[in-house]
C-alpha cells in the first residue's frame, strides 16, 4: 500500500492562499491521488482529484509533478470555513474497480481570522 | 457527486449488546464498501472490506467475529458490533465507489458509544 506523509498542521489567515504538499514516493503507475477534507465528527469529504500534472475545480487546484512522488493541494482564498483536516490518499486498486485507501495522519489546517 | 448514507448518526448502548450500523450508496450501486474506524484525534483506519455477495476481508488484527459484515444487495452494507464493549466505543465511517469510477465517497459516519 503506498504511503503517504503531509505535514501534521498548517495555520494561514483568511483570504490567503493555502498550499499542502504530499509526498507519496511509492505510489504504483495505476494509482490516482485524491484530497478529502474532514470536519469533527463528519465523514471525509471528497475536494479533488488527479492522475498527474494540474487539476483544477470550483474549491481547488491539485498539482501534480511528472514524478508523482508528490502532489499540492492549493485552496485560494481560505476562509475560517475551511478550517478542517485535510487528507492526501493514493489509492491502491482491488480488481480494478474499487480501491482501498490507507489514510495518513493528515494535515490540521486552522485558519485564523 | 454520489452520496453514502449512514443509519444510525449516533448509538449509546449497554455493554454487552450488539449494534447494527446500516451504510447505503443512495444513487448508485457498490459492488465493494469500505468501513473504517476512527479514534479521537486520529485518522481513519480501515477495519475491512465489503463485498457484495461473498466474505468481507478484514484487515490485520480486526476480529471478523466481532464486527460482522454483511453486503446483501448493491446499495447496503451493514457492520454488526457484537456484545460491544467501552473500548469499541468509536466513530465508524463507510464509504464506497460507483463501479469503474475512480472517486470514492465517504458516509457521514456512526458515533457509538458504549457504557
Known amino acids: 500500500l503506498a504511503k503517504t506523509t503531509q505535514p501534521i498542521s498548517m495555520d494561514s489567515y483568511e483570504g490567503q492562499e493555502v498550499n499542502i504538499t504530499c509526498s507519496h514516493n511509492n505510489i504504483a503507475t495505476n494509482d490516482y491521488i485524491t484530497w478529502y477534507q474532514q470536519f469533527p465528527s463528519q465523514g471525509p469529504r471528497f475536494i479533488i482529484q488527479g492522475y498527474k500534472t494540474k487539476v483544477t475545480n470550483e474549491v481547488a487546484s491539485l498539482f501534480i509533478p511528472a514524478d508523482r512522488k508528490s502532489s499540492t493541494l492549493s485552496l485560494p482564498r481560505v476562509s475560517l470555513s475551511d478550517t478542517a483536516v485535510y487528507y492526501c490518499l493514493v489509492g491502491d486498486s482491488i480488481s480494478g474497480s474499487a480501491r482501498q485507501l490507507t489514510f495518513g495522519s493528515g494535515t490540521q489546517l486552522t485558519v485564523l481570522p | 457527486g454520489a452520496v453514502v448514507s449512514q443509519h444510525p448518526s449516533w448509538v449509546i448502548c449497554k455493554s454487552g449488546t450488539s449494534v447494527k450500523i446500516e451504510c447505503r450508496s443512495l444513487d448508485f450501486q457498490a459492488t465493494t464498501m469500505f468501513w473504517y474506524r476512527q479514534f479521537p484525534k486520529q485518522s481513519l483506519m480501515l477495519m475491512a472490506t465489503?463485498?457484495?455477495?461473498?466474505?468481507?476481508?478484514?484487515e490485520q488484527g480486526v476480529e471478523k467475529d466481532k464486527f460482522l459484515i454483511n453486503h446483501a444487495s448493491l446499495t447496503l452494507s451493514t457492520l454488526t458490533v457484537t456484545s460491544a464493549h467501552p473500548e469499541d466505543s468509536s466513530f465508524y465511517i463507510c464509504?464506497?465507489?460507483?463501479?469503474?469510477?475512480?472517486?470514492?465517497?465517504f458516509g457521514p459516519g456512526t458515533r457509538l458509544l458504549v457504557l
Open positions: 464509504s464506497a465507489n460507483e463501479q469503474n469510477q475512480e472517486t470514492q465517497y
Open positions: 465489503s463485498n457484495e455477495g461473498s466474505k468481507a476481508t478484514y
